[in-house]
């Protein structure tokens, strides 16, 4: 065991699943400082916990830019991110101070993956109305035009961004009997042919597909992507689902478009801000279905990607290889 002195300072900015922090207690090498909440950390907080910290665990929902960078000082080694997104962090800050940053991807592939199907389903099928109907009396007997929704059989789905995610949510959409698959991109992947996946321009995939399924990664080219040029030209029968990130759409324009009837659905699991407010105008539309970030929720993967996160954190403290490391 190392002595108090030499025991390394890591603050941890929420309260995160047992699986990582037994490991990160077990290592013996950690004086852990945690921000013991299930709500984010104060901002003031986070600036007062990081200070002198050899190894920052963050999530999401904490901004890392210079001004935290500054708290934390030279000692700082290593940041640990619970997550596959990292846009929340200064990438460019932290390479200049020759910080090493871990995250997660892969882990909640799979997770993230079955739940953009089950949005997707719901969406186009109108569960949540369906149950609201059934408890609040609307329910009265079959009728042949009620609740009736799109089907995937014969569809056209286009996928925007198919990366790991973007793969494993065509690859579980198309046993459905989707007839084409389009995808877009920086540029055309060889796995694709898997699951015939056919590389068109952004243009070709919004005008031609039934369901435009959104997992790109959140850049300054896709920021507000989707906005009323995008929806203006979707069909008016086609739904419309994002499990990326909230800020690639314009959701002013999303509303707008759903009011309307421009487009026939939208199906959201990441809203701008998160958590939505619950006045916000996207609320009071029938056609719009959203859930609040709960794409990684199994408690495996959560559990897995706290495992993760914190052996990416002890690898950097020691300067060894990280399990999963951000190449800078």
Known sequence: ??????????????????????????????????????????????????????????????KIDAEVLDAAGPNLKVISTLSVGFDHLAIDEIKKRGIRVGYTPDVLTDATAELTVALLLATCRRLPEGVEEVKNGGWSTWKPLWLCGYGLSG?????????????????????????????????????AQEIDGEYVPLDTLVRGSDFVVVSCSLTPDTQGLCDKTFFSKMKKTSIFINTSRGAVVNQEDLFGALSSGQIAAAGLDVTTPEPLPTDHPLLTLKNCVVLPHIGSATYSTRGVMSELTANNLLAGLTGSEMPSELKL
């Open 1 to 62: 065991m190392m002595s108090a002195q030499q025991m390394l300072k890591v603050f941890v900015t929420r309260r995160i699943p047992q699986e990582g922090m037994k490991i990160l207690q077990k290592a013996g090498m950690c004086n852990l400082s945690v921000w013991d909440s299930d709500e984010p950390v104060p901002r003031a907080e986070l600036l007062k916990g990081v200070a002198g910290a050899h190894g920052l665990l963050c999530l999401l929902s904490d």
């Open 155 to 191: 569809s056209t789905v286009g996928v925007i961004g198919l990366g790991r995610i973007g793969l494993a949510i065509a690859r579980r959409l198309k046993p459905f009997g989707v007839k084409r698959l389009l995808y877009t991109g920086r540029q055309p992947k060889p796995q």
